[in-house]
């Protein structure tokens, strides 16, 4: 693996896993059940929880408002990672706590559908008015509804697994570009109205968080420019996870009271009776602190524009996300620590809590801000340096190799083998023939010196 991409993954557990509240609760109740590292947990946990909170609290920017719901990747190696199982779990908790929430209002079997905690929606190739019409209201009478000051829009989990959909440019799906372009609407928490079944549906707020799954090669190799600069990769809380810190050879059930506790808090939560717990606030402390930090990562922005503008476009797309997100992380955190015989939760977030958020935001921009600068690079370009950055790891290598090696997204094998060419004439790679059982094969290395 490049260094570019190296993350240290007890950093990322330290960071993202929190000492206490719902969120610890939720990773200690499945770690160890299955071979997925806490982190993992903690992120679709983190995720979860946001569902639930939707507008009931919310970012304030000046007269603009958004949600404190959480679009998050869950990034690991392909098959092994089990990120689907992830999943699945956060999706069984969720269906749970509206099975138990609908007891408890007392809803027939025919209402169902009308009184969840948080609507679950499983996601993959869907079009924006499908999007709209699982996510938006049925009409425009129950649009004006949610307006209403005192309401609050239903919330959603969208559960998306292999979130490659979204994020890497395919003409054979060029729908999905439309559907990302709602996601970035709907992420602020309001949908534009759309002409969806037969009424016409008004503009109006809406409440959805996001989890979806993205395999590590798919996150290093193929992020379209569109992911970042259209700003969907910024909008992304990523959980970056290796393989998982232990082995389970047999099946290994919950405690089950452990996992009833966690849906019952939920539930609790969910049925705090007052609409509105007001905008997430900073201590006097944690404002200063984000004063700071903001401000350096603008200076940071401003220097390196001066020396590497593409890199500089990239670091500037994802702040300029990442800002909102560190504020929602520390948020969400903040409301996983609430007791449910405290009445309505105040999300007050105080400065221990808002400094963890930020040094998680930092340590994954450090992972993605290279992934980004790829992306917004021409793709020949990035497919030659990631040939030669091959070469000078690995040393001496088979054309053949190489070609399995290093694949970037739109390069044929006509293409790969010209541009290895013009590499060689360029004097940045070595190419030589050998014979290997009576075969000649061609070998690629680094440059002589």
């Given at each position: 693996?490049?260094?570019?991409?190296?993350?240290?993954?007890?950093?990322?557990?330290?960071?993202?896993?929190?000492?206490?509240?719902?969120?610890?609760?939720?990773?200690?109740?499945?770690?160890?059940?299955?071979?997925?590292?806490?982190?993992?947990?903690a992120?679709?946990?983190?995720?979860?929880?946001?569902?639930?909170?939707?507008?009931?609290?919310?970012?304030?920017?000046?007269?603009?408002?958004?949600?404190?719901?959480?679009?998050?990747?869950?990034?690991?190696?392909?098959?092994?990672?089990?990120?689907?199982?992830?999943?699945?779990?956060?999706?069984r908790?969720?269906?749970?706590?509206?099975?138990?929430?609908?007891?408890?209002c007392?809803?027939?079997?025919?209402?169902?559908?009308?009184?969840?905690?948080?609507?679950?929606?499983?996601?993959?190739?869907m079009?924006?008015?499908?999007?709209?019409?699982?996510?938006?209201?049925?009409?425009?009478?129950?649009?004006?509804?949610?307006?209403?000051?005192?309401?609050?829009?239903?919330?959603?989990?969208?559960?998306?697994?292999?979130?490659?959909?979204?994020?890497?440019?395919?003409?054979?799906?060029?729908?999905?570009?439309?559907?990302?372009?709602?996601?970035?609407?709907?992420?602020?928490?309001?949908?534009?109205?759309?002409?969806?079944?037969?009424?016409?549906?008004?503009?109006?707020?809406?409440?959805?968080?996001?989890?979806?799954?993205?395999?590590?090669?798919?996150?290093?190799?193929?992020?379209?420019?569109?992911?970042?600069?259209?700003?969907?990769?910024?909008?992304?809380?990523a959980?970056?996870?290796?393989?998982?810190?232990s082995?389970?050879?047999?099946?290994?059930?919950?405690?089950?009271?452990?996992?009833?506790?966690?849906?019952?808090?939920?539930?609790?939560?969910?049925?705090?009776?007052?609409?509105?717990?007001?905008p997430?606030?900073?201590?006097?402390?944690?404002?200063?602190?984000?004063?700071?930090?903001?401000?350096?990562?603008?200076?940071?922005?401003?220097?390196?524009?001066?020396?590497?503008?593409?890199?500089?476009?990239?670091q500037?797309?994802?702040?300029?996300?990442?800002?909102?997100?560190?504020?929602?992380?520390?948020?969400?955190?903040?409301?996983?620590?609430?007791?449910?015989?405290?009445?309505?939760?105040?999300?007050?977030?105080?400065?221990?809590?808002?400094?963890?958020?930020?040094?998680?935001?930092?340590?994954?921009?450090?992972?993605?801000?290279?992934?980004?600068?790829?992306?917004?690079?021409?793709?020949?370009?990035?497919?030659?340096?990631?040939?030669?950055?091959?070469?000078?790891?690995?040393?001496p290598?088979?054309?053949?190799?190489?070609?399995?090696?290093?694949?970037?997204?739109?390069?044929t094998?006509?293409?790969?083998?010209?541009?290895?060419?013009?590499?060689?004439?360029?004097?940045?790679?070595?190419?030589?023939?050998?014979?290997?059982?009576?075969?000649?094969?061609?070998?690629?290395?680094?440059?002589?010196?």
């Amino acid at each position: 693996m490049s260094e570019s991409y190296e993350i240290a993954q007890g950093t990322v557990q330290e960071l993202c896993v929190p000492d206490d509240g719902w969120i610890r609760r939720y990773t200690d109740t499945y770690y160890g059940h299955v071979e997925v590292p806490p982190e993992a947990f903690a992120g679709a946990a983190y995720t979860l929880l946001s569902s639930v909170i939707g507008w009931k609290s919310y970012l304030q920017w000046a007269d603009a408002t958004e949600p404190l719901t959480l679009y998050t990747a869950l990034i690991g190696a392909s098959a092994t990672a089990h990120k689907t199982t992830s999943l699945s779990i956060a999706e069984r908790v969720a269906r749970d706590a509206n099975y138990q929430y609908q007891h408890l209002c007392g809803v027939s079997l025919d209402d169902e559908e009308e009184h969840n905690l948080v609507k679950v929606i499983t996601g993959g190739h869907m079009s924006q008015a499908r999007l709209l019409d699982l996510l938006g209201p049925k009409d425009a009478e129950e649009a004006h509804k949610w307006e209403r000051e005192g309401a609050t829009p239903p919330c959603h989990l969208l559960l998306w697994d292999e979130l490659k959909d979204l994020l890497v440019q395919d003409k054979g799906y060029s729908f999905l570009g439309e559907t990302r372009q709602m996601l970035l609407r709907i992420y602020s928490g309001f949908q534009p109205g759309s002409q969806t079944r037969t009424n016409y549906v008004r503009p109006s707020r809406c409440s959805c968080a996001l989890m979806g799954t993205v395999t590590l090669n798919t996150w290093k190799e193929q992020l379209g420019e569109e992911a970042v600069s259209g700003g969907m990769m910024g909008r992304l809380l990523a959980i970056p996870y290796g393989p998982p810190p232990s082995w389970v050879p047999l099946p290994s059930p919950v405690d089950e009271a452990r996992r009833r506790e966690l849906v019952e808090w939920l539930v609790a939560l969910g049925s705090v009776p007052t609409s509105s717990w007001g905008p997430v606030e900073l201590t006097p402390d944690a404002t200063d602190y984000w004063v700071d930090w903001y401000t350096k990562h603008k200076n940071e922005i401003a220097s390196l524009e001066r020396i590497d503008q593409t890199r500089a476009q990239a670091q500037a797309a994802l702040f300029g996300r990442y800002q909102a997100t560190a504020l929602k992380f520390a948020g969400v955190q903040t409301v996983s620590r609430w007791n449910p015989g405290d009445g309505v939760p105040r999300v007050l977030v105080q400065a221990d809590t808002l400094k963890s958020a930020c040094a998680y935001i930092d340590h994954v921009m450090r992972f993605s801000v290279p992934v980004a600068t790829e992306a917004l690079e021409d793709k020949e370009y990035r497919h030659q340096r990631r040939v030669t950055d091959y070469v000078a790891s690995s040393g001496p290598v088979s054309f053949t190799d190489l070609q399995r090696a290093v694949r970037t997204r739109g390069i044929t094998a006509d293409r790969f083998r010209r541009l290895v060419e013009l590499l060689h004439d360029e004097g940045q790679l070595t190419l030589s023939r050998d014979t290997n059982g009576g075969r000649e094969v061609l070998i690629v290395s680094p440059p002589e010196r």
